[in-house]
């Protein structure tokens, strides 16, 4: 393509260049024919000049006249199909500059315009919201740090269109915005597309997610990070590694430490900001330190409902597979109930296989294997008698539900 570019440049110049010549010859041939003629008027009109012979016309000039015309046809025929040639690689690097400057005007909303980097931290590698919790009737509660999860692995867990939502219309209840002018906030649709372009450029690879689930673990238990990643390198057939078994049909750690790696990988709160766990939509006031503790003078839950009790409402395979999955907005799951588009999935790259829409693909896999999913969903429906578990059984009237109303600490 460089070859064919240089090459068409080259020959660009060089009909230019014969063009311009041309023009220069035919312009003063032009003016000495003209100047034959200066003060002649009288003698000799113009349209009484006596014109060329028949011999002259149809020989020389014709001659002329139709080798030119051939030259102008040979260069034409050679020059399209070089253009044509070229065109791909012309069209690719004007959708290459494009997208960098897409993802620099993302990275200056990211950094100044909307400032997500305060919260979310530099390259959303995530970070904290210092925020004040009020109750329903404006009374001070607490002054609490909110984990901003991180977002350089958020469109792993999420497709294009649910982050679009969250960015859209933010997570009422918590200190995250909303920024589109969907939802009421400062962003066009254009500036939201290009804050998404921004986050596809500092996602990170799947070998780095394996690799930091696999360290973190190591540096609570490394005995039992020995014997999850034997597990791991076991399902390598599992269909996201490319193989031809079920997820849900995995390899799977003994119940005991699946109670055990399902406890650190729920709960985690220091792992990416939060971003591997599910406690800090599950447990109230897990997103600032006071999982199951509820305060006093606010009755508060967490962004999606409590777990506790979740076995009585999903078999295992419903609900491996939802974890597996998320959801997708207005779908069915566990038979019966409509999803909320927020919940991430785990398991799968949502985004993958999505090319032909011009969705970036960074592999099939998500944040967490098989193995871990089990362990999540075997620790989640074991909740019901976990002494450390201060909440009320899900879908009762008891379970709480977000009432307060946070705000930036500075405007206090
Ligand atoms: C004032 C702090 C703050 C700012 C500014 C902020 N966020 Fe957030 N954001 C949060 C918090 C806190 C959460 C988690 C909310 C929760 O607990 O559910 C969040 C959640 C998100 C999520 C959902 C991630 C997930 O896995 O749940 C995305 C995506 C996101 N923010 C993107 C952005 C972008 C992009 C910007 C800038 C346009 C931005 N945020 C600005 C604090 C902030
Ligand atoms: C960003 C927030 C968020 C995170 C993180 C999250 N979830 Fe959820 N989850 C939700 C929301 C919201 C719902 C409720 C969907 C609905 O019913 O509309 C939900 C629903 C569920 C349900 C169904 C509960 C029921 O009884 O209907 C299960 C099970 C579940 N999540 C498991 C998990 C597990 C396991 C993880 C961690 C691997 C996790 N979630 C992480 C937001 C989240």
Redesign the pocket.
């Known amino acids: 393509m460089i070859f064919a570019a240089t090459a068409q440049r080259a020959v660009g110049f060089v009909i230019l260049a014969i063009v311009v010549i041309g023009f220069v010859l035919w312009f003063f041939a032009n003016l000495r024919a003209g100047r034959e003629e200066v003060g002649s008027e009288i003698e000799l009109a113009a349209n009484r000049k006596p014109y060329l012979s028949d011999e002259e016309l149809e020989g020389k000039k014709l001659n002329a006249a139709l080798f030119s015309a051939l030259g102008l046809l040979a260069i034409t025929a050679v020059v399209l199909p070089l253009y044509w040639l070229a065109e791909p690689g012309r069209q690719e690097g004007a959708v290459k500059v494009f997208d960098e400057t897409f993802v620099r005007r993302g990275l200056d909303?990211?950094e100044n315009?909307?400032?997500?980097?305060?919260?979310?931290g530099g390259a959303?590698v995530g970070?904290?919201?210092n925020?004040i919790v009020n109750d329903q009737n404006g009374q001070f509660v607490a002054q609490v740090n909110?984990?901003?999860?991180?977002?350089n692995n958020?469109l792993y867990?999420?497709d294009e269109d649910q982050?679009r939502y969250?960015?859209n219309y933010?997570?009422p209840g918590?200190?995250?915005?909303a920024?589109g002018a969907d939802g009421g906030g400062p962003?066009t649709t254009q500036q939201?597309n290009n804050?998404?372009d921004?986050?596809w450029s500092v996602q990170v690879t799947q070998k780095d997610m394996r690799e930091t689930v696999e360290k973190f673990v190591a540096g609570i238990d490394p005995a039992l990070a020995e014997r999850v990643a034997e597990v791991n390198r076991s399902n390598a057939d599992v269909t996201t590694e490319g193989g031809d078994v079920e997820p849900v049909n995995a390899n799977r750690l003994s119940r005991e430490d699946e109670l055990k790696l399902g406890e650190i990988l729920f709960n985690n709160q220091s792992l990416a900001a939060?971003?591997y766990s599910c406690g800090?939509?599950h447990v109230a006031g897990a997103?600032y330190g006071k999982a199951w503790q509820p305060f006093e003078r606010l009755q508060y839950g967490?962004?999606g409902p409590s777990l506790v009790g979740v076995e009585r409402e999903a078999t295992e395979q419903q609900h491996f597979k939802l974890v597996w999955e998320g959801m997708n907005s207005g779908k069915l799951y566990f038979s019966r109930k409509q999803g909320n588009p927020?919940m991430?999935g785990f398991g799968v790259n949502r985004n993958t296989g999505k090319a032909d829409k011009g969705v970036p693909d960074k592999g099939p896999s998500g944040q967490l294997t098989a193995a871990e999913v089990w362990a999540i969903i075997t620790y989640e429906r074991n909740l019901s008698n976990d002494s450390t578990v201060k909440s009320p059984v899900a879908g009762t009237s008891e379970s709480p539900t977000f009432a307060g109303v946070v705000q930036?600490a500075e405007n206090q």
């Open positions: 909303i990211y315009g909307a400032q997500c980097v305060n919260c979310h959303g970070g904290v919201a925020f909110w984990i901003a999860p991180a977002l958020v867990r999420y982050v969250i960015l933010g997570r918590t200190p995250m915005a920024w962003l939201i804050v998404i921004y986050l939060g971003s800090r939509c997103t967490a962004f927020q991430p930036p």
